[in-house]
């Protein structure tokens, strides 16, 4: 598989999966953009798409630019001259659809100035807006045809001699968003970048971008994901990293593993558990910790971490590596147990 350079960021070919996420704020309001992608970044985000709709957006790119460290990405319909002008200030990759950027000529214009400065151009396909008639070619078979569409924008950027390119095709439908990526990467080697399109709010959304992000990872497709929420992109992010550590695919950070309680619990488990994993998510370290609700499965889950308790009558055992420390009343429960994971921690 080809790879891709966005930045700092390497993506494809076995590469670390990069997270990404958009702007909400408008992009001509350059101060609010750049408070908004330091915020993304501070919270993991890895690459940055702001929408570019005019002139005032281009323009304003040098400022962000110049004021954020995060690679960032110049999302762009129909108008080339945005993304010439967006190239000229040193945008690190484009997004457009070179088959609706105004002419072969005008794509060829993108691409060679995008050749000449080492910027990748992300084609991202869209089920709700297909070419004309291109859906009914492909028997109605949503999937074959973004696959069909992707096809056609490659070919115009590689009769351009542009080979330097990142594809997704979004659906807001998780089936059909699954069954195209799988086609695609059986089709294409350019690196992925999946999404699922207007998965709606934060409940919703997330699960939706679970399932079909989650599914095609656990597949080993894909090489760079956006979770699309209704919301607050921050929250994007959070939910992006929780996909990539249920599936092992972020090491770096502590997994609290916590059993849903039932009438033999004894002590506050969810307030001890919520507690315990709102204190470590930023503790970078790879280290599993168990908090468990009593004796049927908690011993066995402790001693499988680095560190855990497994709660009693009022009170929890402290494990460490499967070997009982101490016992601890509840009311020093989540002390302790942070105590020594921060102690172990370093």
Not at 202 to 220: E, F, N, P, R
Not at 293 to 310: H, L, Q, S, Y
């Amino acid at each position: 598989m080809k790879t891709v350079k966005i930045g700092d960021i390497i993506i494809g070919n076995g590469n670390k999966i990069a997270i990404q996420s958009m702007t909400n704020v408008p992009t001509h309001d350059a101060d609010a953009a750049i408070k908004q992608v330091n915020a993304l970044s501070d919270a993991g985000c890895e690459i940055v798409r702001l929408a570019v709709p005019d002139e005032a957006a281009a323009i304003a790119m040098e400022k962000i630019l110049e004021n954020t460290s995060v690679p960032l990405v110049a999302d762009i319909h129909f108008d080339y001259r945005l993304a010439l002008m967006c190239i000229e200030r040193g945008i690190h990759k484009v997004r457009i659809n070179p088959g609706n950027i105004g002419g072969e000529d005008k794509a060829k214009a993108v691409a060679d100035a995008a050749k000449a400065k080492n910027i990748p151009i992300r084609i991202g396909v869209n089920g709700g807006s297909l070419e004309k008639g291109l859906l009914e070619k492909c028997g109605g078979n949503l999937a074959m045809a973004m696959v069909e569409s992707a096809k056609g924008h490659v070919d115009i950027l590689n009769r351009c001699d542009f080979d330097d390119i990142v594809l997704s095709m979004k659906s807001s439908s998780v089936k059909t968003t699954i069954e195209a990526y799988r086609l695609a990467r059986e089709v294409f080697d350019y690196p992925l970048h999946l999404g699922v399109t207007e998965a709606g709010t934060t409940k919703a959304g997330i699960v939706k971008s679970a399932v079909g992000i989650g599914s095609l990872l656990a597949d080993g497709i894909g090489d760079t994901i956006r979770v699309s929420l209704t919301d607050d992109p921050v929250k994007e992010v959070e939910a992006a990293k929780l996909i990539l550590r249920s599936l092992d695919l972020d090491e770096n950070f502590i997994q609290v593993v916590s059993c849903p309680t039932c009438g033999r619990t004894k002590i506050d488990l969810i307030s001890i558990a919520q507690k315990v994993t709102d204190a470590v998510e930023n503790i970078p370290a790879n280290l599993k910790v168990a908090v468990m609700g009593c004796v049927v499965n908690g011993p066995g889950e402790a001693k499988d971490a680095d560190i855990g308790i497994a709660g009693g009558d009022g009170c929890a055992v402290l494990f460490k590596k499967g070997e009982i420390i101490k016992k601890i009343p509840e009311d020093e429960i989540v002390k302790t147990l942070l105590d020594e994971i921060k102690r172990i921690a370093g």
